[in-house]
């Protein structure tokens, strides 16, 4: 017998609870209840009747290297018998120092100061203020330099400023008239792609597009910011290669700030540490969150070079202070699971031991990528979206009402993995620590998950 009451957890939490991202009669349906998490163990979790599943989608793309990380639980108790918060306003403890030169060092060159806040959504808020504000500092309160460009399909976060940069309908539109305006340029969605072309015979031309708004609006742009090398939440949509660096080089020749976000990509997600890496690109801001803990507890930075953070010096009648911070930035407890985090990177040489696992993901997938409802699978290191159609050679989607996303990853986990759907791409986003075995397993329920629904989902059309 379990010690969890699960039918008295769920009815409170029918009653009580306001879950984020969900919708309350979807969830109140599912059978035979949502389900209740109560312990982790390496890269499974544990549920309120002792089933276990394999966590294939890194508990919301935040866990690194398993749950209950012996090295990162010993940091967080030892930092309990230090203290567990105090404030960085106009002060400071070592934990956060300690932090803040270990992402100087791992970040790329120049980027040298660190501001902590505790979510991916505020990393971008932070960023986009802290660009605004230095054309502001640097060229005075005349300057035209105030607008920003985005990627359509972007998701920045969730706060209004994160939502303006962002471009996913669904989410995104019902806020609009909330909304700063911002230039929206073309994503890299090959598989439908928004000028009409095909990706054979393109040569690029979203980055030419790109190029073109830079022209038309440099005048007006304090900063650009992009999902290096993938877009998540619209699905995982992988940029063309060397579209980043084609960014990177009109940004600066305009001398506009970059902002990248990489607060899904970073911490070895795509292969390197940080996926600008893969394009030797150097952004003016780099936002990070997710993974910084090893998914253990809230934290952010917002990473900017000097050349930033020294427009905003000053005696203080200036007023080019910074007005901006959290009341748990830089929590000591969460500075310390980052720090263990990091270490670990290390000691195990983390980043070298993923590349045989990507590598394996994709020939696993190929058994995937056959199915007549996949219309595409889209890869970037651990993160993977398959992308569900009705019919594969006119790439139709099918009916949103059916929910066939949804339906697939519901099978999945009575198969014992948890996934998530965004719409009907199903991704799969697991753990750096995931085994062999363990990635031949998420695949293979994956996949009769996908069958076992899409082939239902026909007789039901
Ligand atoms: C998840 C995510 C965010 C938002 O992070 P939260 O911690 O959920 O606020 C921002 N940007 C990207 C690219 C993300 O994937």
Redesign the pocket.
């Known amino acids: 017998m379990s010690e969890f009451d699960t039918n008295e957890l769920v009815r409170r939490d029918l009653s009580h609870v306001w879950h984020p991202f969900t919708q309350a009669e979807e969830y109140e349906a599912e059978s035979p209840h949502p389900l209740v998490v109560v312990e982790g163990d390496g890269n499974y979790l544990i549920d309120s009747d002792g089933n276990r599943y394999l966590d294939g989608i890194s508990s919301l ?1 935040v866990n690194v290297h398993g749950h209950r990380e012996p090295r990162i639980d010993a940091a967080i108790r030892s930092q309990l018998d230090q203290v567990a918060h105090t404030t960085m306003l106009g002060a400071t403890h070592p934990t956060a120092v300690d932090l803040a030169s270990k992402l100087a060092a791992i970040t790329p060159e120049g980027l040298t100061r660190v501001f902590y806040s505790d ?4 990393a ?1 808020e932070v960023a986009l203020k802290m660009a605004y504000q230095y054309w502001l500092e640097r060229e005075g309160s005349g300057t035209k330099r105030t607008g920003f460009l985005s990627f359509s399909g972007a ?4 706060t209004i400023g ?1 939502v303006s940069v962002g471009g996913i309908d669904t989410f995104h539109e019902k806020f609009n008239r909330l909304l700063f305006p911002v230039i929206h340029s073309p994503s890299g969605y090959c598989y439908r792609c928004e000028l009409g072309l095909e990706k054979s015979s393109c040569d690029m031309a979203c980055a030419s597009e790109f190029e073109r708004l830079l022209d038309e609006h440099q005048n007006e742009l304090a900063a650009v910011i992009i ?1 290096p090398l993938a877009q ?2 619209s699905g995982i949509i992988t940029w063309p290669e060397g579209f980043l660096k084609r960014v990177r080089q009109a940004t600066s020749s305009k001398g506009i700030l970059l902002i990248a ?1 990489e ?2 990509t970073g911490f070895g997600r795509t292969g390197t540490m940080f996926a600008c890496e893969q394009e030797d690109v150097i952004p003016d801001l780099l ?1 990070m ?2 993974g910084i803990t090893g998914g253990y507890l809230p934290l ?1 930075a917002t990473v900017a070079t000097e050349q930033i953070f020294d427009a905003f010096r000053g005696p203080y009648t200036e007023l080019k202070t910074f007005f901006h911070g959290h009341s748990y930035t830089g929590n000591p407890l969460a500075c310390s699971a980052a720090l263990a985090n990091l270490r670990i990177f290390e000691e195990d040489e983390t980043i070298a031991a993923i590349q045989p696992k990507i590598d394996l993901l994709a020939e696993c997938l190929e058994s995937v990528a056959d199915l007549k409802q996949v219309g595409e699978i889209r890869q970037r290191g651990l993160m993977i979206g398959i992308e569900l159609v009705e019919n594969k050679e006119e790439k139709k989607a099918y009916p949103a009402d059916l929910r066939v996303g949804r339906a697939v990853t519901l099978a999945a986990r009575k198969s014992g993995v948890i996934i998530r759907p965004l719409g009907d791409v199903v991704v799969l986003m697991p753990p750096l620590s995931i085994t062999p075995d363990q990635i031949r397993l998420l695949v293979r329920t994956t996949r009769e998950a996908i069958i076992g629904i899409t082939e239902k989902a026909t007789q039901d059309v």
Do not use: I, P, Q
Request: proline share 0%; hydrophobic share 35%; glycine share 14%.
């Open positions: 793309w979510s991916g959504s505020t971008v998701y920045h976060g969730d994160s999902e998540g939440a976000d607060v899904a936002c969150a997710k952010a």
